[in-house]
């Protein structure tokens, strides 16, 4: 097992550096960035006031080094830069290192990353461990509920409709998930938001923010209710996807191993529905959907919460990758896109290793590596 494990995390390496080296190479294409977005802002100012004029020169040689300045932003790669100083340009690429080569750039950006060392943000002059720091706990909060609430309603539901197969609460309960796995959550979401938050109907929940503004003059048992009261609707927006997903996941699982040539074995050795069920098929049935845990874990923690956290003015780290990716941010992008797949790895390793966990039989160590 241990060597196993060794092999995994030896694995991660080259994963991460790939990960790393494509989307470093898409964001090399990819139109605009932080030195256009500063020449957007300045578009607009007077480009007398950046000229230099010399004691005896007067306006013509204000007007020569206007001009000199326009033809300079005319051979520009950079788009708008036409009429800015050749020298302000300069010193942006400077002030975001894109005044070194593309592959040192590369480079350098791996060898501060293995020391977790991510750097500031190029626009909120704050660094990108801060950050994170600040909006993980909304992101926490959002996917750990989310997934935990998700496996406890789905799981006992999935054997419940597995056992129960084509009854009648099998096919109400199946036309229900559907339904439900029908409608985007961010539409679920709008929708309970004008039900119980404000809007045509009742007024119940809050519609902003993970806790109360006077969350810490209250007293613990009333912080952990307003925690739970704010998170209400945004939890229940997310659950619906992977509540519906993971319950038709268990119970396709159930029926599967129910039907085994084992199970006939164990009813006629006068076993109970209920040993059957829990000391024979859980095991084997569950494995299938434990493998399932790290995509869904990421799907919910990640991919799901932007615009969760949007609709709910949830500031999170799904909105804070979104906007450092409009804003070509690009130490937050990086730096979030590293500790994501970091995180990814790490839950898919947890993942096989609770195989061992829930059937003995499977053995990592045997394993050809």
């Known amino acids: 097992m241990a060597r196993y494990i060794a092999y995994r995390i030896a694995l991660m390496i080259p994963t991460l550096f790939g990960i790393m080296l494509i989307n470093f190479l898409l964001v090399q294409f990819a139109p605009g960035g932080?030195?256009?977005?500063?020449?957007?802002?300045?578009?607009?100012t007077d480009v007398a006031a950046t000229a230099r004029f010399s004691g005896g020169g007067g306006e013509t040689n204000?007007?020569?080094?206007?001009?000199?300045?326009?033809?300079?932003?005319?051979?520009?790669?950079?788009?708008?830069?036409?009429?800015l100083d050749?020298?302000?340009?300069?010193?942006?690429?400077?002030?975001?290192?894109?005044?070194?080569?593309?592959?040192?750039?590369?480079?350098?950006?791996?060898?501060?990353y293995l020391r977790f060392d991510f750097g500031e943000s190029y626009f909120r002059d704050v660094s990108v461990l801060s950050l994170i720091k600040e909006k993980l706990p909304v992101s926490i909060s959002l996917g750990l509920w989310t997934t935990l609430l998700a496996y406890l309603i789905s799981i006992p539901l999935g054997i419940r409709k597995a056992v129960k197969d084509g009854s009648r609460f099998d096919v109400w309960s199946s036309a229900a998930i559907i339904?439900?796995?029908?409608?985007?959550?961010?539409?679920?979401?709008?929708?309970?938001?004008?039900?119980?938050?404000?809007?045509?109907?009742l007024n119940i929940f809050p519609l902003r923010g993970i806790v109360s503004e006077d969350w810490e003059m209250l007293s613990w048992p009333m912080r952990i209710a307003d925690y739970f009261w704010h998170l209400a609707l945004p939890i229940t927006a997310m659950l619906i996807g992977g509540f519906a997903t993971t319950t038709?996941?268990?119970?396709?699982?159930?029926?599967?191993?129910?039907?085994?040539?084992?199970?006939?074995?164990?009813?006629?050795?006068?076993?109970?529905?209920?040993?059957?069920?829990?000391?024979?098929?859980?095991?084997?049935?569950?494995?299938?959907?434990?493998?399932?845990?790290?995509?869904?874990?990421?799907?919910?923690?990640?991919?799901?919460?932007?615009?969760?956290?949007?609709?709910?003015?949830?500031?999170?780290?799904?909105l804070l990758s979104f906007e450092s990716i409009i804003n070509r941010d690009y130490p937050v992008v990086f730096g979030t896109l590293y500790i994501f797949s970091l995180m990814g790895l790490v839950i898919a390793l947890v993942s096989d290793l609770t195989y061992a966990l829930v059937d003995p039989r499977i053995d990592f160590s045997s394993r050809e590596l």
């Open 34 to 44: 932080p030195v256009e977005r500063i020449i957007a802002q300045v578009q607009g």
């Open 62 to 83: 204000g007007g020569a080094q206007a001009a000199r300045n326009f033809d300079a932003g005319m051979n520009s790669k950079y788009r708008g830069a036409q009429g």
């Open 86 to 112: 050749p020298e302000f340009i300069q010193e942006l690429e400077a002030q975001f290192g894109f005044d070194k080569p593309a592959h040192e750039r590369f480079a350098k950006m791996l060898w501060d």
């Open 179 to 201: 339904i439900g796995y029908a409608v985007p959550g961010f539409l679920f979401a709008v929708l309970l938001i004008v039900l119980f938050a404000g809007g045509s109907f």
């Open 248 to 318: 038709l996941l268990t119970k396709n699982s159930f029926l599967d191993e129910i039907r085994k040539q084992y199970v006939l074995t164990a009813r006629a050795k006068g076993l109970s529905e209920r040993e059957v069920l829990y000391g024979h098929v859980f095991r084997n049935a569950m494995l299938i959907v434990i493998s399932g845990f790290p995509a869904a874990f990421i799907g919910i923690f990640f991919a799901n919460s932007l615009l969760i956290e949007t609709i709910f003015s949830l500031d999170g780290l799904g």
